[in-house]
């Protein structure tokens, strides 16, 4: 039997478009004599659109593509994903059609950090066995599994880097590809279709990819395909591109020289190409040579629009301003105020200049500065949309070495990735906002990234200090404790609480950053706690862990 089995790249909302994808592809299908074609989930509308699924009219509309695909069954057994729309009733659903015949099997109900099913659709027992070719075929979502010849499985399954790939059972699997929004959270879905039959993978599509193959599921055989970070990344930029804004316009970038700022312009230029994207830099009398060397040089390896323009007069200015208008003396104040006074002025040129372009700002913060709140509220915190703010700083320094073997050259300054010899780790530049004379990033690289990781899964206080009771934590980061001389109790404990008292103080920050590329099924950006780093059983746990001796 040929089956077409589509890895589609859902346009959220687009439904006329989606369509009319889905009939060129079912006329191609056709053309090479398939038996079936199979679409994934919501292949019409999309899956994360919230409130859009309580408008009864757009409802309506949504459902009525489906008597569509109904009628182009005729020669051709069709699958996909779609809401079923009646009385004000919303099913989300899977549809079999074959010469005019339908089955549908209803999605149960599901709740995750991102979605909550129950809010917009009804769930049903509606399923039944299809008996179509000689085999007997049984109507899935996600990895359900029921007693059948052949499971066909839908989904709109985000990439998770938590998440290992796992086949079983009988079953065509269909996951759709591109970026859906949920609010702040930009979901990357990460394709991916395959084959699983007898204890054997058939056929599997690369992953973040828009494609469609025909399978013989009796004879060919495949090989599992890697999930790389870099592709999830470029697709996710591509599709929210696509879908948010109405044409191709211009990025802009603050190209300080470090190495957010420095992988942030080559994604963008990887994913939209270097017409759209213009660099800025713009030091004050506290920045490097060195950073604004590197800026210039990633500019002209990217071959973007680049200007470079000092501050340090609006600066000046500001602080007089102050003086003379409301009578505060910035240089007399804390060192904060003035850091923030710089931060706020490079985010209000940005926002300035992007206005002047008819484009947008885009953000650089990572998962560790936006958990900490290691920025700065309109200024380096603004941006439509932030690339790499799930991605710990241990991540990015990978990535960046996978941008310049991509591109075949150094477009992320080497000088700012760190290098290990004789179990020391080597900085050429230490990570710096670059605030104010010789400052350095407050984080323990390494560390605090294994430890935001493990409160972003849910680690709590009371759960660290069991797992370093029991020495389980100095197992796998007892390198790192020893390296940055936390390696006694007290003084794990005051790093400790540095860190989630900083999480909590600065939770109202992360509720006003920009949408987030999220590559995690479980986050830390837009949470208002520390996942529950101070609830009452924590504190509970922790008084009984704190007496044990």
């Not at 290990?420 to 670059?434: N, R, T, V």
């Amino acid at each position: 039997m040929k089956i077409a089995i589509v890895t589609m790249m859902v346009k959220p909302k687009k439904c006329e478009e989606n369509f009319v994808y889905m009939k060129q592809r079912i006329e191609e299908a056709k053309k090479a004599q398939a038996d079936m074609i199979v679409f994934g989930q919501n292949a019409i509308s999309g899956y994360l659109l919230s409130e859009d699924w309580m408008d009864d009219a757009w409802c309506r509309y949504v459902d009525s593509f489906n008597e569509r695909l109904i009628a182009m069954s005729d020669d051709i057994a069709i699958v996909w994903g779609n809401i079923r729309y009646r009385n004000k009733r919303r099913f989300n659903a899977a549809f079999f059609a074959y010469q005019g015949n339908t089955h549908m099997r209803v999605k149960k109900n599901e709740t995750t950090e991102y979605v909550d099913d129950a809010m917009y659709f009804e769930e049903s027992d509606i399923n039944s066995a299809i008996e179509f070719k000689d085999m007997v075929f049984a109507l899935n979502f996600g990895k359900e599994l029921q007693l059948a010849d052949m499971n066909i499985n839908l989904d709109a399954h985000p990439y998770d880097m938590d998440e290992e790939s796992t086949y079983h059972g009988n079953i065509i699997y269909a996951n759709v590809c591109g970026a859906q929004n949920s609010g702040k959270q930009v979901k990357v879905m990460e394709g991916g279709s395959y084959i699983y039959r007898n204890h054997e993978l058939v056929y599997q599509a690369a992953y973040f990819t828009d494609t469609m193959d025909i399978v013989d599921i009796h004879d060919t055989k495949d090989t599992p395909k890697e999930k790389h970070i870099l592709d999830a990344l470029l697709m996710g930029i591509k599709s929210f591109d696509a879908s948010v804004f109405p044409s191709s316009m211009p990025w802009v970038v603050g190209l300080s020289g470090g190495l957010d700022s420095s992988v942030t312009a080559a994604l963008l230029t990887m994913a939209l190409g270097n017409k759209r994207i213009y660099g800025y830099n713009m030091p004050t009398g506290y920045n490097s040579t060195k950073t604004i060397d590197n800026a210039e040089k990633e500019a002209n390896a990217l071959k973007i629009a680049y200007h470079k323009g000092s501050i340090q007069k609006m600066v000046d200015d500001m602080k007089d301003q102050f003086m003379e208008s409301f009578g505060f003396d910035v240089n007399g104040m804390p060192s904060l105020v003035q850091e923030n006074l710089q931060a706020r002025i490079r985010g209000f040129v940005l926002n300035g200049i992007s206005s002047m372009l008819g484009g947008v700002v885009v953000n650089n913060a990572n998962m560790v500065e936006a958990s900490l709140g290691y920025c700065t509220l309109y200024g380096d915190s603004i941006g439509a949309l932030s690339l790499i703010g799930d991605l710990d700083k241990v991540t990015l320094f990978e990535i960046a070495h996978e941008i310049n073997a991509r591109m075949g050259k150094e477009v992320v300054p080497e000088n700012l990735l760190p290098k290990f010899k004789d179990g020391k780790m080597i900085w050429d530049m230490m990570p710096s906002a670059e605030l104010k004379d010789a400052q350095k990033d407050p984080m323990k690289w390494f560390y605090h990234d294994a430890l935001l990781n493990k409160i972003r899964l849910g680690a709590t206080k009371a759960s660290l200090l069991l797992e370093y009771r029991k020495k389980t934590l100095q197992n796998e980061l007892g390198e790192w404790m020893q390296y940055y001389h936390i390696d006694t109790e007290e003084t794990f404990l005051q790093d400790l609480d540095w860190l989630l008292s900083t999480m909590k103080r600065n939770a109202f920050k992360r509720l006003q950053l920009p949408p987030c590329i999220t590559l995690h099924a479980k986050t830390i950006t837009g949470r208002i706690s520390t996942q529950g780093g101070y609830g009452k059983d924590d504190e509970g746990m922790l008084k009984k862990i704190m007496k044990i001796s």
